[in-house]
């Protein structure tokens, strides 16, 4: 008797030869029907080989690629479970930069769109494809695109496009903060970057998973946005999902197909300048009577971040008033005082600086700094809430948890004594930055209280 077997054929996403090539292009032009593919190129998205016993000699490689998915899958689902390790370290103890955080949505459903031009009043443009001339970007500046849809909260669509043109899924999210020319999907944006180990991710990069057998069941991407532990388990995502786009502690690579994440970087990277970015050059490098190209630099990534005002000419490399100036600000904007802000650089600033981290500059007028502006960010004190507490510092916190979206146990309320529901409200919150055990509690720390007020 004569039995069929079928193996499916998934083009490599690195490999040059026609035949790959001739498949990727094949699966870009082949969305499911349901979401607007054709029929004809919907059947096309998969080659089957069909092999029969008839007049066949089996050869070892072929019982090898038989064998390979379940090896491939026990591999993976141990990858996921190392990869999805939780935090050792007390996170009230950490000082990261994460703000506006929503409820996780550990397993998303990412239906997307082809590739295709902007729209909306965004700039039109032709659909993109990989002999377009990359835009020239650099990591402070894809973070700082990124950061304005969080602050938008732009709602997740497949269907709508946002203001700058871009649609408003996974894809189209990255494709905005790389400025690619034309919104992308999960299957071409690699296209645009290369391949990169995951210890080597630094601000600015992608993390991808593309699932080409339905590249809608859980093909989706996110923006690495800076490791949150030391241990590497965890980092700062930047994601467009349900409901809208959010920024927030993620296990590394994402909360389900963990192993199937590939790392990429953009292509056409720059750091602004010839300086590098990566090391801290040393306090000596700033100050009175000093001018090299790393005060340039300095100067740059200043007015990137909203100190553009303390220049009225420049940046430039000899070291200025304005220098010190924007530099005390962007310190005071992270919450430090005293010699932590006193307009010389250090590895911290020069860190946030260089990897689009931190808190931005305020615009003059609106407060110095975190704090200064927004006296509820300030922790009160880990006794304000315990049974029985009843107090307006309590009121403040429910209505903050309402604002995030974690008020789902109150039942009436929030208001100024303690309950049950406050605990439950603040342990979901808690559990969305990825913290276990005893640093989800249920009961607000400083770091807690720092995050929900950011």
Known sequence: MTVPAFEEYVPASDCTCAGCAAQRRTAAGALPVRYGGHPAAHGARRALVLVTAAGVVLSTGVAEAARAPGGRAAEATGAART?????SVDPETLADED????????????????????????????????????RKTSRAAIINRAKKWVSAQVPYSMNKYWSDGYRQDCSGYVSMAWNLPGNEWTGSLATYGKKIARAKLQPGDILLFHNPADPTKGSHVTIFGGWTNSTHTHYTAYEQTKPHTRKQTTP?????????????????????SGVSTKAFPGAGKFGTGVS?????????????????????VGPGPGWGDADRRATRAFQQAQGWKG??????PGPD??????????????AAG????????????????????????????????????????????????????WTEADRRNVEAFQRAQGWRGGAADGYPGPETWRRLFA
């Open 83 to 87: 990869d999805e390790a939780t935090m």
């Open 99 to 134: 703000d506006p955080l929503a409820p996780v949505d550990r397993d998303p459903d990412s239906p997307q769109g082809g590739p295709g031009p902007l729209r909306g009043t965004g700039a039109s443009g032709p659909p993109s494809s990989t002999g377009t001339t990359l």
């Open 252 to 272: 590394m690579a994402y909360w389900t197909n963990s192993a199937k994440y590939v790392a990429y970087r953009y292509k056409s990277l720059s750091s602004d």
């Open 292 to 312: 090299n190209t790393y005060v340039t630099q300095l100067g740059k990534m200043l007015a990137d971040r909203g100190g553009k005002r303390f220049y009225k």
């Open 339 to 344: 010699k932590e802000a006193d307009g010389i």
């Open 349 to 362: 600033t020069w860190h946030r600086l260089a990897n689009g981290t931190g808190r931005d500059i305020p």
């Open 366 to 417: 609106s407060g110095s700094g975190r704090g200064d502006s927004n006296p509820a960010s300030k922790f009160p004190g880990r006794g304000y809430f315990r049974p029985g507490r009843s107090n307006g510092h309590v009121d403040r916190l429910g209505k903050q948890l309402v604002k995030k979206g974690y008020g789902k146990h109150y039942q009436s309320g929030p208001g100024t004594r």
